[in-house]
């Protein structure tokens, strides 16, 4: 499986809920908090097409903006 990577913010009920998706199905992500690091959202965005929304996960190839869960 591709490496994943979930770009949030900790207070953000959506990102939560993203990160324990991915635990119980046994799943490692990369966490990056776009509120402690701004060169993280520069990041974020340029994956996300410049939108601001939180949980942005990236699987591989694969994008996805928000969360509405499993």
Same mark, same amino acid.
């Given at each position: 499986?591709?490496?994943? !990577?979930?770009?949030? /913010? &900790? ?12 635990? #119980? %199905? ?5 966490? !990056?908090?776009?509120? /402690? &690091? ?5 990041r ?6 410049? #939108? %601001? ?18």
């Open positions: 499986m591709d490496r994943v !990577i979930i770009f949030g /913010k &900790d207070d953000c009920p959506y990102t939560t809920s993203a990160r324990e998706d991915y635990a #119980r %199905r046994g799943i490692s992500v990369e966490y !990056i908090n776009v509120k /402690k &690091d701004p060169q993280a959202m520069k974020m965005l340029k994956f996300s097409a410049g #939108r %601001r929304e939180v949980p942005t996960i990236v699987e591989g190839d694969k994008i996805t903006v928000g969360f509405g869960g499993t």
